[in-house]
């Protein structure tokens, strides 16, 4: 967000890394290692303050990256391996909080919200529908994101039985 850095996921130096480099590519790279056990990381996000990235991994896991030091801590795992890989994370525009959604045990989502500040989350929706895609307004004083009540028979993906089921949304 600030324009002096990009980051990418790379397995050059053997296995996955967070590489992060001057957005030029003039300047040295940096590897984070994010884990001592192999791993596929992907949909790495900024935080609007460019100190730090939250990412997933193939093991559900949504992650938090310090950019400044490297360290990598775990702020949620979810339940089910799900094909769309529906974190769906996004920060507050002061960097201070990170929403996403996670997959109940019902198979419904719900809304989480991530505190930096004090290391804990909050369950913001009651997972008796199907909410996603949660994002802040831009001034940070609205949370916006959609919600299924008719998402039911479509939940079992591995079969062709819900194909001719569509799933309707709407924007809360």
Request: aromatic share 14%.
């Amino acid at each position: 967000p600030d324009g002096k850095t990009i980051a990418w996921f790379s397995d050059e130096n053997g296995g996955y890394a967070l590489h992060i480099q001057d957005q030029n590519g003039a300047g040295p790279k940096r590897a984070i290692k994010m884990s001592d056990k192999p791993g596929y990381y992907f949909s790495p996000v900024w935080s609007p303050d460019s100190k730090w990235i939250v990412c997933e991994d193939n093991r559900l896991n949504l992650l938090l990256v310090e950019v400044a030091s490297g360290a990598v801590n775990t702020i949620a795992t979810d339940h089910f391996y799900d094909l769309e890989r529906t974190f769906n994370a996004s920060w507050s525009p002061d960097s201070a909080w990170i929403v996403y959604t996670k997959e109940l045990p019902s198979h419904f989502h719900a809304v989480f919200a991530y505190s930096l500040q004090d290391k804990r989350t909050l369950q913001l929706t009651d997972g008796l529908s199907d909410a996603r895609f949660p994002v802040f307004d831009r001034d940070g004083l609205y949370l916006y994101f959609t919600g299924s009540t008719n998402i039911g028979p479509t939940l079992g993906w591995i079969d062709m039985n819900s194909n001719p089921y569509a799933t309707n949304r709407s924007a809360y």
